[in-house]
């Protein structure tokens, strides 16, 4: 359900800029399809998307299309912040508090999530890196 995400404060400030038709940034919007399809259905998740004022609802289907088809697990904080420093809007709001962004801290995903971040440890630690 939708409103589980806003468990976290950055996802809860980000649906708040997004119902406000605020222009999130193109990460922005990467960071809330890559984690509220987790919580969302694809229509739901096309519709919230489709608020941002710069965002049609054509790009917001092929964005929630893409990160589905692609299989994106939730970003860690790090990304995000490298997500952050490519536009100018702040995804995340308080960059020095290191809870901030930190969504696997404050959102409980779907098992396959998890489990699916450990195949990758796996056969990552498999390939000698």
């Known amino acids: 359900m939708i409103d589980d ?8 400030r980000l649906l708040d800029d ?21 919580f969302a259905t694809e229509e739901e998740l096309v519709a919230l998307l489709a608020h ?7 790009k917001a289907r092929l964005m929630v299309r893409e990160v589905i088809d692609a299989g ?4 860690k904080r790090a990304k995000i912040l ?3 420093s490519r536009q100018d809007y702040p995804i995340i709001a308080e960059p020095g ?18 489990e699916h971040i450990e195949e990758y440890r796996e056969a990552k630690l498999g390939a000698g890196h």
């Open 18 to 38: 997004l119902a406000a038709g605020k222009d999130i940034g193109h990460y922005g919007r990467l960071v809330v399809a890559m984690i509220a399809r987790h």
């Open 5 to 12: 995400v806003r468990k976290d404060p950055m996802m809860a």
């Open 82 to 84: 490298e997500f952050q």
């Open 52 to 58: 941002d004022a710069d965002f049609p609802e054509e």
């Open 72 to 75: 994106y697990s939730p970003p």
């Open 97 to 114: 508090d290191p809870d901030a962004g930190n969504v696997y801290k404050h959102l409980q995903f779907p098992d396959a999530v998890y």
